[in-house]
């Protein structure tokens, strides 16, 4: 399995346009993109920093997997995903070596990359993801 950078930093916010704020004023980011990922249930907004984006996650549903991570721990890191080469091969490598993955196939995400997240319980408390552009 290769990996090749952090390809972005997932974090929880309760109000993603109050968040942008401090992204831009504050450490003088720019926002290049918001997105809403239906099948997430969130509203996503990205900023560029060296190979590494910053992603902020607004849930749009309580029930939704944001809106559940809120309201247990309150805004934070949610998680971190790493670009790699070959995510089906990488996935499968990882589940032979017996991680528990919350997605057994690559599925879309936001940008329309390919991503898989993999079980936090196998990875010592960080929920990561694995991300392909293809
Ligand atoms: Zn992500």
């Not at 589940?95 to 879309?108: M, S, V």
Request: glycine share 8%.
């Amino acid at each position: 399995m290769k990996l090749k950078h952090i390809e972005h930093i997932g974090i929880a916010v309760k109000d993603i346009n109050e968040s942008i704020k401090f992204y831009e004023d504050i450490l003088g980011l720019k926002c290049y993109a918001i997105e809403e990922v239906a099948d997430q249930k969130v509203k996503t907004a990205f900023f560029k920093l060296g190979d590494t984006k910053i992603e902020l996650l607004e849930s749009t549903d309580p029930e939704g997997p944001i809106g559940k991570f809120i309201e247990k721990k309150g805004e934070g890191v949610h998680h971190i995903a790493y670009a790699v080469e070959g995510i089906e091969s990488a996935l499968a490598v990882l589940e032979d070596k017996g991680i528990r993955l919350i997605d057994q196939k690559p599925r879309k995400g936001a940008e329309g990359l390919d991503i898989a997240f993999l079980h936090p319980k196998s990875t010592h408390g960080v929920l990561s993801e694995l991300c392909e552009k293809k």
